[in-house]
Each structure stands twice: as structure tokens, then as C-alpha cells.
């Protein structure tokens, strides 16, 4: 995210423009027992930012859990 100026985008905006962004981060949220949490040191744009760590995350996962599912 670091390379798109959003604030180049907003100044284009002719109408009043309010922006809202959260200050804390997310809470840890136990999720099901089928559920693993990983964490990505990167903001909600994590795969413009992150595309390959990403896209490693989700390869190793699926060959882990395999064509059943388990």
C-alpha cells in the first residue's frame, strides 16, 4: 500500500469526504477448531504489500490440509 497515494485519489474528490480508519488493531478472535490464524506483518492491503508471502501462506496451508479437507 505504501506505493498508492490514496490521498491523491481523495484530493480529485469535489464532494466533502469524511475518512475513517482504525487506530487499534483488530482484537485476537478465536476462530472454530478447524481455523488457523496467521499473522502477516502488513495493513489490510496485505496482498499488495505482501503478494508472495501471501501466496505462500496459502500454498503451504492447502498442501497441508489436502484434497480431504482435514
Same mark, same amino acid.
Given at each position: 500500500? *505504501?506505493? +498508492?497515494?490514496l490521498f491523491a485519489l481523495y484530493r480529485? =474528490?469535489?464532494? #466533502?469526504?469524511?475518512?475513517?480508519?482504525?487506530?487499534? #488493531?483488530?482484537?485476537?478472535v478465536p476462530g472454530p477448531p478447524s481455523?488457523?490464524?496467521?499473522? =502477516?506483518? *502488513?495493513?489490510?492491503?496485505?496482498?499488495?504489500?505482501?503478494?508472495?508471502? +501471501?501466496?505462500?501462506? =496459502?500454498?503451504?496451508?492447502?498442501?497441508? =490440509?489436502?484434497?480431504?479437507g482435514r
Amino acid at each position: 500500500m *505504501a506505493g +498508492i497515494d490514496l490521498f491523491a485519489l481523495y484530493r480529485r =474528490v469535489r464532494r #466533502p469526504l469524511l475518512i475513517a480508519r482504525a487506530l487499534r #488493531p483488530n482484537p485476537p478472535v478465536p476462530g472454530p477448531p478447524s481455523a488457523e490464524v496467521a499473522g =502477516v506483518d *502488513a495493513t489490510h492491503g496485505m496482498l499488495l504489500e505482501r503478494p508472495g508471502e +501471501i501466496a505462500d501462506l =496459502v500454498a503451504d496451508f492447502a498442501a497441508r =490440509v489436502g484434497e480431504d479437507g482435514r
